[in-house]
């Protein structure tokens, strides 16, 4: 019973750390609606306001970063990663 018990305790709290890791990171598509002059500041993005910094990754794989153009945004511990230009088929849902 003791054993039992144990092993269930140990299976929830690993669970629990999973769970956690999971809700760290974040994927989402959006248009942007405003950025900064640079490449680092804030950004809008489908009424998201972002924090880009010089660590975070900009891939112009669908055409430029520029208002208006579809994006996949990448957060991982609240920090922004990665923001690429996407089809606009991807924001049209």
């Not at 998201?48 to 112009?60: A, F, G, H, P, S």
């Amino acid at each position: 019973m003791k054993k039992t018990l144990s092993i269930s305790l140990a299976i929830l709290a690993f669970a629990g750390v999973v769970s956690s890791v999971q809700a760290a990171e974040e994927e989402f598509y959006g248009v942007i609606e405003s950025r900064s002059d640079t490449n680092i500041g804030t950004w809008v993005v489908s009424g998201r306001q972002l924090d880009v910094t010089k660590n975070t990754e900009l891939e112009e794989k669908h055409g430029p970063l520029v208002v208006g153009a579809c994006v996949e945004v990448e957060i991982e511990n609240g920090l922004v990663e990665e923001i690429e230009t996407k089809k606009k088929e991807k924001c049209a849902q």
